[in-house]
Protein backbone atom coordinates (compact mmCIF):
# COMPACT_ATOMS: atom_id res chain seq x y z
CA UNK A 1 0.00 0.00 0.00
CA UNK A 2 1.61 3.44 -1.06
CA UNK A 3 2.29 5.40 1.81
CA UNK A 4 2.50 2.83 4.38
CA UNK A 5 3.83 3.07 7.48
CA UNK A 6 4.30 0.00 8.61
CA UNK A 7 6.16 -3.30 7.23
CA UNK A 8 5.89 -6.84 6.78
CA UNK A 9 8.00 -9.53 7.63
CA UNK A 10 8.47 -13.31 9.02
CA UNK A 11 7.66 -13.65 12.66
CA UNK A 12 10.71 -13.52 14.82
CA UNK A 13 11.33 -14.97 18.76
CA UNK A 14 11.76 -11.04 19.88
CA UNK A 15 8.04 -10.78 18.36
CA UNK A 16 6.63 -13.08 21.24
CA UNK A 17 4.74 -10.73 23.65
CA UNK A 18 3.63 -9.06 21.02
CA UNK A 19 2.22 -11.94 19.31
CA UNK A 20 0.85 -13.18 22.51
CA UNK A 21 -1.02 -9.76 23.18
CA UNK A 22 -2.14 -9.75 19.66
CA UNK A 23 -3.90 -13.52 19.65
CA UNK A 24 -5.49 -11.89 22.79
CA UNK A 25 -6.83 -9.38 21.34
CA UNK A 26 -8.50 -12.36 18.71
CA UNK A 27 -9.84 -14.07 21.73
CA UNK A 28 -7.16 -16.73 22.65
CA UNK A 29 -5.45 -15.44 25.24
CA UNK A 30 -2.62 -16.84 25.43
CA UNK A 31 0.82 -16.00 28.58
CA UNK A 32 3.20 -14.56 26.53
CA UNK A 33 5.56 -17.23 28.30
CA UNK A 34 4.12 -19.54 25.66
CA UNK A 35 4.63 -18.22 22.91
CA UNK A 36 8.13 -18.95 22.14
CA UNK A 37 7.43 -22.40 22.51
CA UNK A 38 3.95 -22.73 20.30
CA UNK A 39 6.57 -20.19 17.49
CA UNK A 40 8.75 -23.28 17.37
CA UNK A 41 6.26 -25.63 16.90
CA UNK A 42 4.97 -23.52 13.90
CA UNK A 43 8.83 -23.19 12.11
CA UNK A 44 9.26 -26.63 12.47
CA UNK A 45 6.28 -26.96 10.02
CA UNK A 46 8.00 -26.56 6.56
CA UNK A 47 4.36 -25.46 5.27
CA UNK A 48 3.15 -23.52 7.76
CA UNK A 49 4.67 -19.82 7.88
CA UNK A 50 4.20 -16.45 10.11
CA UNK A 51 4.26 -13.25 9.58
CA UNK A 52 4.18 -9.85 10.85
CA UNK A 53 3.42 -6.14 10.64
CA UNK A 54 5.76 -3.40 12.10
CA UNK A 55 5.30 0.05 12.22
CA UNK A 56 8.09 1.86 14.09
CA UNK A 57 9.17 -1.07 16.82
CA UNK A 58 5.80 -2.05 16.86
CA UNK A 59 4.52 -5.63 15.91
CA UNK A 60 0.63 -4.27 14.99
CA UNK A 61 -0.88 -7.16 12.95
CA UNK A 62 0.16 -10.59 12.19
CA UNK A 63 -0.71 -14.19 10.24
CA UNK A 64 0.02 -17.19 9.81
CA UNK A 65 -0.60 -19.42 6.32
CA UNK A 66 -0.66 -23.42 6.44
CA UNK A 67 -0.18 -25.06 2.98
CA UNK A 68 -2.42 -28.36 2.40
CA UNK A 69 -2.97 -30.56 -0.36
CA UNK A 70 -6.66 -30.91 -1.51
CA UNK A 71 -9.10 -32.97 -3.57
CA UNK A 72 -10.35 -29.72 -4.96
CA UNK A 73 -7.28 -28.52 -6.14
CA UNK A 74 -4.64 -29.78 -8.28
CA UNK A 75 -1.89 -27.68 -6.49
CA UNK A 76 -1.01 -26.91 -2.97
CA UNK A 77 -3.40 -24.31 -1.50
CA UNK A 78 -2.54 -21.78 1.63
CA UNK A 79 -5.02 -21.90 4.16
CA UNK A 80 -4.67 -18.46 5.96
CA UNK A 81 -5.09 -19.98 9.68
CA UNK A 82 -5.26 -16.46 11.74
CA UNK A 83 -5.61 -12.95 10.78
CA UNK A 84 -5.06 -9.98 13.72
CA UNK A 85 -4.04 -6.34 13.41
CA UNK A 86 -4.12 -4.11 16.62
CA UNK A 87 -7.33 -2.36 17.08
CA UNK A 88 -5.97 0.62 17.43
CA UNK A 89 -4.21 0.27 14.27
CA UNK A 90 -7.54 -1.57 12.23
CA UNK A 91 -8.85 0.30 8.90
CA UNK A 92 -5.31 1.75 8.02
CA UNK A 93 -4.83 -1.63 5.31
CA UNK A 94 -2.54 -3.81 7.37
CA UNK A 95 -4.54 -7.00 7.25
CA UNK A 96 -4.95 -6.67 3.56
CA UNK A 97 -1.38 -6.17 3.86
CA UNK A 98 -0.78 -9.38 5.57
CA UNK A 99 -3.29 -11.38 3.01
CA UNK A 100 -0.75 -10.30 0.18
CA UNK A 101 2.22 -11.19 1.82
CA UNK A 102 0.93 -14.68 2.26
CA UNK A 103 -0.35 -15.04 -1.04
Do not use: K, N
Amino acid sequence: MAGSDFSVRDAAPPDAPALAALFGELGYPTPAEQMPGRMGRLWSDPRARAIVAVEGDAVVGAATVHLHTTLHAEGEIAQLTALVVTEARRGRGIGHQLVEAVR
